[in-house]
């Protein structure tokens, strides 16, 4: 999902690099900003944040005896 967002949002600063604009805000839509933005999420994604649960199984909790094995 970090990745997504990351994507989503260097495209943004890609698009407001081509259109030469910064919204009326340039301190606060500058390219360089939006690309830090990017950097973070793309960096936090690297790194594990919000990968959601691990569990292994693949999902499946079985309690007592598998079924299948004698």
């Known amino acids: 999902m970090l990745a997504i967002l990351a994507a ?26 939006l690309m830090l933005i990017g950097f973070l999420l793309l ?10 649960p691990r569990g292994g199984g693949g999902g499946r909790w079985y309690r007592g005896r598998r079924p299948g094995r004698g």
């Open 43 to 52: 960096s936090l994604y690297l790194a594990g944040v919000g990968s959601g």
């Open 8 to 33: 989503i949002v260097f495209g943004f600063a890609l698009l407001l690099d081509f259109m030469n604009t910064d919204l009326g805000a340039p301190d606060l839509f500058s390219t360089t900003t």
